[in-house]
């Protein structure tokens, strides 16, 4: 079965570390890899995508085919960065279905 | 910018009643879902919907659930008869096409008593 696992519901740290949250998925195919935030009180929103490989708000993620894994990282965290963390993964052909992991809660500490 | 939006954004209701979620989509988009979270747990994918028709559903979406584009905005969500189990937010989400990405909206939480 198709399963995106994020492996910690909380995730503290301080303005300035660095900060990686964690996504594992299982798919016998070729996913597509996503991550989505939610600040407080605001709707779920895109924050990248692993096909554009690019870098928002200064977190990039790579897909890590050998591992299953598309973690997320970004340097040196900010405030503004506290927010739940959704990874994702949609099949590659034919179904367009978004599968989530439970979620992480990002806190940055000041 | 244009963004989705469901209405309402609280829904109380008695077991066994009957419930309609409002959502209205990016007005250029044609892929139209409903995803749902129950407390503390994943959000998880009910249906989509393209050209007036179900293209997917999960085995969640079973003959309780029905789904609508009454008119050129607005995308609906029915539970025929409510359980207390259905108590969740519902997000509605659009997308241009099915490879593209999937806006949401805010979410109605539907509290079942």
Redesign the interface.
Do not use: I
């Given at each position: 079965a198709q399963r995106v696992t994020q492996p910690e519901k909380l995730l503290s740290v301080f303005k300035g570390a660095p900060v990686e949250l964690k996504c594992n998925y299982s798919y016998s195919g070729s996913p597509e890899l996503f991550w989505?935030v939610q600040y407080s009180r605001?709707?779920?929103?895109?924050l990248l995508?692993h096909i554009s490989r690019e870098s928002i708000k200064g977190f990039t993620a790579d897909l890590n085919k050998g591992e299953t894994s598309f973690h997320l990282k970004k340097p040196f965290a900010q405030e503004e960065d506290s927010a739940m963390y959704?990874c994702?993964l949609r099949f590659q052909g034919g179904?367009?279905?978004?599968?989530?992991?439970?979620?992480t809660k990002l806190t940055v500490n000041p | 910018e244009p963004?989705?939006t469901q209405t309402p954004s609280h829904q109380v209701t008695q077991m066994g009643q009957e419930v309609i979620l409002r959502c209205v989509p990016i007005s250029n988009h044609l892929?139209f879902?409903w995803?749902r979270q129950i407390l503390g747990?994943?959000?998880?994918?009910l249906v989509?919907f393209y050209n007036n028709e179900i293209?997917?559903k999960?085995e969640i979406f079973d003959d309780q659930f029905s789904v609508e584009r009454p008119d050129g905005s607005n995308f609906t969500l029915k539970i025929r008869s409510t359980k207390l189990e259905d108590s969740a937010m519902y997000?509605c989400a659009s997308?241009l096409d099915?490879y593209n990405?999937?806006?949401?909206?805010?979410?109605t939480r539907l509290t079942v008593l």
């Open positions: 989505y605001q709707r779920l929103q895109l995508r959704y994702a179904s367009e279905k978004l599968v989530f992991g439970k979620g | 963004e989705v892929y879902y995803y747990q994943k959000v998880e994918f989509s293209s997917e999960s997000f997308s099915p990405e999937q806006f949401f909206g805010p979410g």
